[in-house]
Nanobody
Framework: QVQLVESGGGLVQAGGSLRLSCAAS????????MGWFRQAPGKEREFVAS????????DYADSVKGRFTISRDNAKNTGYLQMNALKPEDTAVYYC????????????????WGQGTQVTVSS
């Protein structure tokens, strides 16, 4: 069992930046793929980014490519999502998730989820 806790959300103006963190409770996190997802009001939760356990391969939704960067520090059992050039349409609750094995954009494949952190981008 891995518990995930997100932090770093908040209110930011359009064009600003935020860095989300995802702290894991166990060292086994270092062997898990990690993903970030988001859910805007009235919308389904969607894929944002993913990273392999070693941090070598990353993948991004088209809507965030070039603006967001996913990374991880396995020595700290922590993953990150650096978000730059934020837009009002990025407003959502952001969730981190982890799974054994390889990465995927399919949220149902992720076994462990955090509680989410709110990101609000004002225009």
């Amino acid at each position: 069992q891995v518990q995930l806790v997100e932090s770093g959300g908040g209110l930011v103006q359009a064009g600003g930046s935020l860095r989300l963190s995802c702290a894991a409770s166990r060292r086994t996190f270092s062997t898990y793929a990690m993903g970030w997802f988001r859910q805007a009001p009235g919308k389904e939760r969607e894929f944002v980014a993913s990273i392999t356990w070693a941090g070598i391969t990353t993948d991004y939704a088209d809507s965030v490519k070039g603006r967001f960067t996913i990374s991880r520090d396995n020595a700290k059992n922590t993953g990150y999502l650096q978000m730059n050039a934020l837009k009002p349409e990025d407003t959502a609750v952001y969730y981190c998730a982890a799974k054994p094995g390889g990465t995927t954009y399919r949220q149902h494949d992720y076994a462990y989820w955090g509680q989410g952190t709110q990101v609000t981008v004002s225009s």
